[in-house]
């Protein structure tokens, strides 16, 4: 079955330090791929998206993502953490054989330290 | 300004009231779609439409109906609501979903008693 797998529910990261957040997809064919953030009390915001080319993505906020074939991962990362980073991320995948449907993972919550 | 707007934002109601959540876009999208997010489960998709006229099922839609009747607007159907439908409510549009920014409404939180 298709899943989308956010392996760590809470990271606690000190403000200025880098936070990585790991993501991984089990799809037949390599999907498309986004990160979004849900700031609290808020909606969902787009981070970055891959679809194909440089496996490397810039994304907003100093955010980017690397997508890894081999391992079958889209870990989002930032080289140095604010507190207004604190919120929920969420990867979400669409298979290229189910166009419309679009699959999250459960979140990891950030916690930003002073 | 664009906008996705959801009403009601807050609700409470008991079991087996029926009641409809709306969504109106104002970006002339033709993707739109409905998730639920629950504590530990992410965001899961109950019912998507590519189109007027055109909807298809997500991951949850047991218990929940659409119709997409022009394009702008894409209202969620609870015909008989249970306690295990209480949840927070998102919709969301674009112009495709694949290859497009997903735009989210602020949500709709549900409590169904």
């Known amino acids: 079955a298709q899943s989308v797998t956010q392996p760590d529910i809470h990271i606690t990261v000190s403000e200025g330090a880098s936070l990585e957040l790991r993501c991984n997809y089990s799809?037949?064919?390599?999907?498309?791929l986004f990160w979004y953030v849900q700031s609290p009390g808020q909606g969902l915001q787009l981070l970055l998206k891959?679809?194909?080319?440089?496996?490397l993505v810039q994304g907003i906020k100093g955010f980017e993502a690397e997508f890894k074939r081999s391992q079958s991962s889209f870990n989002l990362r930032k080289p140095s953490v604010h507190w207004s980073d604190a919120a929920e991320y969420f990867c979400?995948?669409?298979?290229?054989?189910?166009?419309?449907?679009?699959?999250f993972g459960a979140g990891t919550q950030v916690v930003v330290t002073p | 300004e664009a906008q996705v707007t959801q009403n009601p934002r807050y609700l409470i109601t008991v079991t087996g009231k029926k009641l409809t959540v709306t969504c109106s876009q104002n970006?002339?999208?033709?993707?739109m779609s409905w998730y639920r997010q629950d504590p530990g489960l992410g965001l899961r998709q109950i019912y998507y439409?590519?189109?007027?006229?055109?909807?298809d099922k997500g991951d949850v839609p047991e218990g929940y109906k659409v119709s997409r009747k022009e394009k702008r607007n894409f209202p969620l159907i609870l015909e008989s609501p249970s306690p295990n439908q209480t949840s927070l409510y998102f919709c969301?549009?674009?112009?495709?979903?694949?290859?497009?920014?997903?735009?989210f409404g602020p949500g709709t939180r549900l409590t169904v008693l």
């Open positions: 979400a995948v669409v298979g290229t054989d189910s166009w419309g449907k679009l699959q």
């Open positions: 799809y037949g064919a390599t999907p498309y």
């Open positions: 439409s590519m189109n007027v006229e055109v909807t």
């Open positions: 891959y679809f194909s080319g440089d496996t």
């Open positions: 970006m002339n999208h033709e993707y």
């Open positions: 969301a549009t674009g112009l495709g979903v694949s290859t497009d920014t997903q735009y």
